[in-house]
Each structure stands twice: as C-alpha cells, then as structure tokens.
C-alpha cells in the first residue's frame, strides 16, 4: 500500500499509454484539487496526451469520475480512452 507521500497515482491504458509514453506516475497536487487539476498537470507534461483526454474516460478509485470532483491525495485516477471492437 502506497502512502499519501507519494501523491495521486495516475494510471493510462491503450491509447493513453501510447501518448504518455508511461504506464503509470504519481502526480503531487493541491489539497483542494479536482479531477480537471489532475488532467491539466498531466496534459502539460505530455502534450501528446490532449487530444486522447478529450474523448477519455476517467475512473476516480474505480468509479466514473466527473472533472469538477475533488480527489484526495492517495487517490488512483485512470484514463481509459475509447476502445474499438464490440
């Protein structure tokens, strides 16, 4: 179990992986952060990931999370983007 020392722990999958060219980073944010913090941080680090976070789902502890919700220090949030098939 990870510690809040390290951050929130952001996960990318499929495309999202690809454009950040990493499977997983720990992001240090404000106490009063949101969703779109988050999203904003890591797009600044890796501009290839824009146009992937536009269209991306994302899970906040597993759940669907809206951009406008706060997340906590040891959260974990994932980017999924769209996955083709059926």
Same mark, same amino acid.
């Not at 669907?64 to 098939?85: C, D, H, K, Q, S």
């Given at each position: 179990?990870?510690?809040?020392? /390290?951050?929130?722990?952001?996960?990318?999958? +499929? @495309?999202? *992986?690809?454009? #950040?060219? %990493?499977? !997983? !980073?720990?992001?240090? $944010?404000?106490?009063?952060?949101? =969703? #779109?913090?988050?999203? +904003?941080? =890591? /797009? !600044?680090?890796?501009?290839?990931? *824009?146009? %992937?976070? /536009? =269209?991306?789902? $994302?899970l $906040?502890?597993?759940? #669907? +999370?809206? *951009? !406008?919700?706060? =997340?906590?220090?040891?959260?974990?949030? /994932?980017?999924?983007?769209?996955?083709? @098939?059926?």
């Open positions: 179990m990870r510690s809040q020392d /390290e951050g929130l722990l952001v996960r990318y999958w +499929a @495309g999202a *992986r690809a454009a #950040a060219g %990493v499977t !997983e !980073e720990y992001v240090t $944010l404000p106490d009063d952060a949101t =969703v #779109a913090d988050v999203v +904003a941080v =890591v /797009e !600044e680090q890796h501009p290839a990931l *824009r146009p %992937v976070l /536009e =269209v991306a789902s $994302l $906040l502890d597993g759940r #669907a +999370a809206r *951009r !406008e919700e706060p =997340v906590g220090p040891a959260a974990t949030l /994932e980017v999924l983007p769209p996955f083709a @098939g059926g």
